[in-house]
């Protein structure tokens, strides 16, 4: 019994175009594969008509793995890099921080035994203005910022007489800015956090020098440190304010309060603006634990005298926004 198998020829593809190719018959035919396979034991013969068809395929185009390869190790070895200077610059940032801290908590132990010795001298000669214990505290920021940046002061000749009262006011980015401003060696009075006092040593000398305390949220602390600021004006001393009353945390000028420059308006004394450029950059707010290296630069502006609180608030602000603005640094809508 012969068994007969018929192959259908395949249609046509649409993207593929058939060709027949004659010399094809001299190739071994499907029939004589089939029939010597091991398969085939029973010894039948198979016939197949049909055409030997040939179907082109199209070859890719192929891609070197040793390119790709090639590639991605390269940019791999790029984020590595970058990733890597990142991590060095932050430990040494860190690395820094701590290194002003020790500075700062070593100098301050041996300078507040000099301010104890000094206290009872400064209390029955120099009760207001306590220079003696203002010049130990210009010490102690010199020796501690200067191993860790440059800092300069520029305007100093509007600076008025040391016996002559006035409001200082300057914008806030920083911890860093009371260490610069005490370098410039103004008997002022700074209004600081109560919660400041509480520290080791920094705080004691605080507390000697005749710093105001000032509880932020209450605002019957906040009217009793005005009052003493008036008080103290009257008498011939100065008082320092940071009238954005907290550090920017983008950087940008904010709004002023008005209670320093109605200290200004109300006792007749002018208001001295500063301008701090630079502490922001160094150590940004809330990041206390870091110290990347820079410069700090102070402008003393000309003094504005008034008795318009809203007139000195305005003006003020004006000049410390355009000074920043002319550096680069942004400013929130007043």
């Not at 008080?231 to 940071?242: E, I, M, P, T, Y």
């Not at 301008?275 to 940004?284: A, E, H, I, S, Y």
Request: charged share 20%; aromatic share 8%; hydrophobic share 45%.
């Amino acid at each position: 019994m012969e068994t007969l198998l018929r192959l259908k020829p395949y249609s046509t593809p649409p993207f593929a175009p058939l060709h027949l190719h004659p010399s094809s018959r001299s190739s071994p035919s499907f029939a004589a594969i089939v029939a010597n396979s091991p398969r085939n034991q029973s010894g039948k013969k198979l016939r197949f008509h049909g055409t030997n068809i040939t179907i082109p395929i199209k070859k890719r185009r192929t891609i070197h793995r040793n390119v790709v390869v090639r590639s991605e190790i390269a940019a791999a070895g790029s984020t590595d890099d970058s990733a890597c200077s990142m991590t060095e610059f932050q430990l040494g940032s860190r690395i820094r921080a701590i290194c002003f801290y020790s500075v700062t908590i070593v100098v301050a132990i041996f300078l507040f035994v000099g301010m104890v010795v000094v206290h009872p001298f400064v209390l029955l000669f120099d009760r207001l203005r306590r220079r003696a214990h203002h010049l130990i505290a210009k010490l102690w920021a010199t020796l501690t910022i200067a191993p860790f940046y440059e800092f300069e002061f520029e305007g100093v000749e509007n600076l008025p007489p040391q016996n002559m009262p006035a409001v200082y006011v300057s914008n806030h980015q920083s911890f860093l800015d009371i260490y610069t401003l005490l370098t410039l060696g103004r008997c002022f009075k700074i209004i600081s956090k109560r919660s400041i006092f509480l520290f080791p040593i920094i705080g004691w000398a605080m507390l000697l020098m005749g710093v105001i305390p000032l509880r932020r949220m209450d605002s019957r602390s906040q009217l009793d440190c005005l009052k003493r600021c008036m008080d103290l004006l009257r008498k011939g001393a100065s008082v320092f304010f940071f009238p954005e009353g907290t550090r920017s945390k983008d950087g940008k000028l904010g709004a002023f309060k008005k209670g320093a420059f109605s200290v200004a308006a109300k006792t007749g004394v002018p208001v001295v603006p500063m301008t701090l450029l630079g502490t922001g950059k160094l150590m940004p707010a809330g990041m206390e634990g870091v110290l990347n290296p820079g410069s700090v630069k102070v402008i003393v502006h000309q003094p504005i005298e008034g008795n318009d609180a809203d007139m000195l608030c305005c003006e003020s602000r004006n000049v410390i926004a355009n000074a920043l603005l002319d550096h680069g640094y942004g400013v929130h809508g007043a």
